[in-house]
């Protein structure tokens, strides 16, 4: 088992900074995520801790060992770093039946037949491919070919397992499933996760702690709960869930909304300009109270909750209606809006 730690980290591509000065302590036996939107350096990130990418500044450490370092000229191959990586493309060997595909990393390190016997049947018990493991990997559906590459990952044993967007290639239910999978084969082996997504629900559900992602700068590590409600700036609480986002003046304990017209209470810290971010899910919509008068515009069934707009003066908001609304307002109708928590950044 390993912890990883991350100093300083930056990768260029050109002039372009991929990954721009990355810092991260992942303690051994935790399960981490890497969450941003497409291109903002997360794969780069997790190629250099597995050693396909160079770094062009910093030190990563995995365990006790450093295993690179740019201004000492240190850098340990991957085949020499102990861990397992998943891709997002299973990269399962066609050609191999799927006892050979997990065996594989076994047979590299020359491990004798009967240990290599044991240890892949192991590897696929644990991944439920036991009554699989003759067949070959366009005799299997997506999910069990990630699997495939989920064992082969595992099979050697490593400290540390990186996985990069390995279920995107799935479709919707069978990702959830996958999710808790994975999530319960990290514990039971206790091993030491980087895992690496766009779905912040994918991140949210595995993760004890998520590092959010934009523009090859970190935003916010921390854990999915206070990711979600208490976000470090306007980037991570847009990334993360819906929002909607209001300008505001923050002073003494209130926001005022000067296009909405009101004014809130709230805890904020700083007095001033403000951008106000709401969930949908934090606004309550009534037909008799609340301290913001409105329209209904219109609204929909969703089946556990009902996604309605509602105009406010010239601003539009989402609210997310969890009783039953539906059945309840028509579409036209005045109403009464009330924020529930909000969550305010200085401009
Ligand atoms: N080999 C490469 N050469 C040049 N630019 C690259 C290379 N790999 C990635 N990039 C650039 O680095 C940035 C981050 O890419 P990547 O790490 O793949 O993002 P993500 O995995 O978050 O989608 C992007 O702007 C991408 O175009
Ligand atoms: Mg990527």
Redesign the pocket.
Known sequence: MADVKITSVTKK?GD?F?VNNFNALIKDGEFVSIL?P???????MLRMIAGFERATEGEIAIGDQIVSKSDAGIFVPPEKRHIGMVFQSYAVWPHMNVFDNVAYPLKIQKVPADKLKERTEQALDLVHLAEYAARFPNQLSGGQQQRVALARALVAEPGLLLLDEPLSNLDAKLRESMRFEIKELQKKLGITVVY?THDQAEAMAMSDRIIVMHKGVIQQVDEPIRVYEHPANPIVADFIGLVNFLEGEAAAGQIQFKALGCGIPANVSFEGPARVAVRPEHIRISKTDGYLRGKLVNKFYLGDSTDCRVLVGDTELRVIDRGAAFAEYSDGEDVFLSFGHVMAFPK
């Open positions: 591509f372009v991929a941003g497409s291109g903002c350096g997360k794969t780069t690496v």
